[in-house]
């Protein structure tokens, strides 16, 4: 009996990176585009605005968030569908392209938002926060 070679089977992605300038995502006033190659898709989202706000709804059950990180940048609060669920501290020893940090929980099935809130520091004389990428899964 001959063999039969049946082609390899691939799976779908488990995961979708959506970049900062995904059209989806809405921005309060105050963020400004910063190019960089090292980061996701070459540039990711800046502001130094306290309370500037980026969110996206998406469909899934749980996010990663990639930010850029450094000695000048601050805390982001994490909000899906309305709760606070982790504030995301983006200071670092050294500047840093593509962090990632992961949503801890499972969400239900379904369509979710996700908001970043930037929290300033009173009393230091840089305060950044960035979005570079969300990965949904």
């Known amino acids: ?21 995904n059209q989806n995502f809405v921005y309060s ?3 400004l585009d910063v190019a960089a190659k090292q980061a996701y ?3 990711y989202k800046q502001t130094i605005q306290n309370g500037a706000t980026a969110s996206i709804t998406f469909t899934g059950q749980s996010f990663s968030i990639l930010y850029k990180g450094g000695p000048a940048y601050r805390k982001m609060d994490v909000y899906v569908d309305g709760a606070l669920v982790a504030t995301l501290d983006e200071n670092l020893a050294v500047s840093t392209y593509q962090p990632r ?4 929980g499972q969400l239900t099935a ?6 970043l809130v930037f929290v300033i520091k009173p009393g ?3 305060n950044n926060g960035s979005l570079d990428a969300v990965i949904v899964r």
């Open 29 to 31: 006033a105050g963020w």
């Open 101 to 104: 940090w992961d949503y801890p």
């Open 1 to 21: 009996m001959p063999t039969v070679t049946l082609p390899a089977v691939t799976q779908p992605s488990a995961e979708t990176i959506i970049d900062d300038k």
């Open 41 to 43: 898709g070459g540039s």
């Open 110 to 115: 379904g369509t979710h938002t996700l908001m």
């Open 124 to 126: 230091f004389a840089n």
